[in-house]
């Protein structure tokens, strides 16, 4: 058990060994599912489906912890799935290489527990609130452009994607910020965070509420919704 004695020193031994029947989707591989799915598989999640369409780019090397010189061209999903042999072979990887859409997105995110949204699109986002609205699942929504992040919870019937994107349905903003290094890392970690205390069933939630990240400034604001 010496791979999860740190993280026992914050949640307990029952609670990690029930993080080994767990089910949690990662809707994007790139950015923020990277450090994600990187961050999952440390914290011991039984079973993480990684779901990406999209294959690596040298312009994904910035940021994209997945990505390095050898494995461009190569599917996302699936380097996923290699990432996590090397770091935690305990942990079982269900990669889909296939980009969610209205006709996929309830069988693929079926059997998830919480689904996390890494997407860069307002209407991937929207197609999964409303997939995890009819699974009966919570949503952990995060997104970022240049120095800043937004991270939020989402549970059925809350409908907090139409407050944060009111008057967006159907279009997409354009992110003129680009993204560095440090904004997808710190954005997923809060993500993952919101996952555990959705698993263990214990801490206060970003439900109803969203924490904005201005790392430019060190402003750490939660607006609520």
Same mark, same amino acid.
């Given at each position: 058990?010496?791979?999860?004695?740190?993280?026992?020193?914050?949640?307990?031994?029952?609670?990690?060994?029930?993080?080994?029947?767990?089910?949690?989707?990662?809707?994007?591989?790139?950015?923020?599912?990277?450090?994600?799915?990187?961050?999952?598989? *440390?914290?011991?999640?039984?079973? @993480?489906?990684?779901?990406?369409?999209?294959?690596?780019?040298?312009?994904?090397?910035? *940021?994209?912890?997945?990505?390095?010189?050898?494995?461009?061209?190569?599917?996302?999903?699936?380097?996923?799935?290699?990432?996590?042999?090397?770091?935690?072979?305990?942990?079982?990887?269900?990669?889909? @290489?296939?980009?969610?859409?209205?006709?996929?997105?309830?069988?693929?995110? %079926?059997?998830?527990?919480?689904?996390?949204?890494?997407?860069?699109?307002?209407?991937?986002?929207?197609?999964? %609130?409303?997939?995890?609205?009819?699974?009966?699942?919570?949503?952990?929504?995060?997104? @970022?452009?240049?120095?800043?992040?937004?991270?939020?919870? @989402?549970?059925?019937?809350? *409908?907090?994607?139409?407050?944060?994107?009111?008057?967006?349905?159907?279009?997409?903003?354009?992110?003129?910020?680009?993204?560095?290094?440090?904004?997808?890392?710190?954005?997923?970690?809060?993500?993952?965070?919101?996952?555990?205390?959705?698993?263990?069933?214990?801490?206060?939630?970003?439900?109803?509420?969203?924490?904005?990240?201005?790392?430019?400034?060190?402003?750490?604001?939660?607006?609520?919704?």
């Amino acid at each position: 058990m010496g791979r999860y004695d740190r993280n026992m020193m914050c949640i307990s031994e029952k609670e990690n060994e029930s993080l080994r029947h767990k089910t949690v989707a990662v809707v994007g591989c790139g950015g923020l599912g990277g450090y994600i799915i990187e961050m999952l598989g *440390r914290l011991g999640i039984g079973k @993480i489906i990684a779901i990406d369409g999209d294959v690596f780019e040298d312009t994904n090397l910035n *940021r994209q912890i997945l990505s390095h010189m050898e494995n461009l061209g190569r599917p996302k999903a699936l380097e996923a799935w290699e990432r996590m042999k090397l770091v935690n072979p305990d942990v079982e990887i269900l990669p889909v @290489i296939n980009k969610i859409d209205e006709s996929n997105a309830k069988t693929i995110l %079926q059997r998830a527990e919480v689904v996390i949204d890494a997407l860069d699109n307002i209407s991937g986002r929207l197609i999964l %609130q409303n997939a995890c609205e009819e699974l009966g699942v919570p949503l952990v929504h995060g997104a @970022i452009a240049g120095w800043y992040g937004q991270i939020t919870t @989402i549970f059925p019937g809350d *409908r907090t994607l139409d407050k944060i994107y009111s008057g967006l349905k159907g279009s997409e903003i354009k992110n003129p910020l680009g993204n560095p290094s440090f904004t997808p890392a710190l954005t997923a970690s809060i993500e993952v965070s919101e996952v555990l205390k959705l698993l263990i069933g214990r801490g206060e939630l970003l439900r109803n509420k969203m924490i904005f990240l201005n790392l430019l400034d060190n402003n750490f604001e939660i607006i609520e919704l």
